[in-house]
């Protein structure tokens, strides 16, 4: 069985919460998944682990990790792929700072602590499970169509 964990940065905010909840429950309905479950970095609950080792003990022996993020950043290249047990695709070197990166073609945000905190604390999950951790959403035509939706609701609301 295949599960998905959709993953959110998490804000103090409940709004961001409430948009990757029901992102999932799309992601339910639409797709042909038992198990849709939600994590996020911080700030909100479950944490990627526990949302990771719910969709395990769903019976799940492969469990799709997706990023609910446009771009990659540090979190996607680096922190998600850590708190997965997977390597990450750019590492710091002892001195604290990014020094070892594998280019892959990506723009990467090399500010670790841009907003104030760090992830490296993280012990990786440990499932029975297969883990596939998916690209970020990133560009894509459905995302301009939405943009041109909320252009025509702003100057309806004129």
């Known amino acids: 069985m295949v ?3 959709l993953v959110g940065h998490g804000s103090r905010l409940p709004y961001n919460r409430e948009v990757v909840e029901k992102i999932a429950e799309y992601v339910e309905e639409m797709g042909d998944f038992e198990t849709v479950e939600v994590g996020f970095m911080e700030f909100s609950k479950p944490s990627i682990p526990e949302a990771v080792r719910r969709a395990a003990e769903s ?3 492969k469990i799709v990790v997706v990023p609910v ?6 979190h996607t290249k680096r922190d998600i792929p850590r708190m997965l047990g997977l390597e990450p695709d750019w590492e710091e070197d002892e001195g604290g700072d990014e020094g070892h990166h594998h280019d ?3 723009d990467h945000d090399h ?3 841009h907003h104030g905190h760090d992830h490296r604390d993280h012990e990786p999950v440990e499932v029975d499970a297969e ?3 998916t690209e970020p959403i990133g560009a894509d035509r459905r995302i301009a ?3 041109l939706d909320r252009i025509e609701e702003a100057l309806k609301e004129e």
């Open 111 to 113: 500010d670790h602590d």
């Open 131 to 133: 883990i596939i951790y």
């Open 3 to 5: 599960a998905v964990v």
């Open 104 to 106: 892959h073609g990506h």
């Open 69 to 74: 993020f446009l771009a990659h950043g540090v």
């Open 59 to 61: 019976g799940a022996d």
């Open 145 to 147: 169509e939405i943009i």
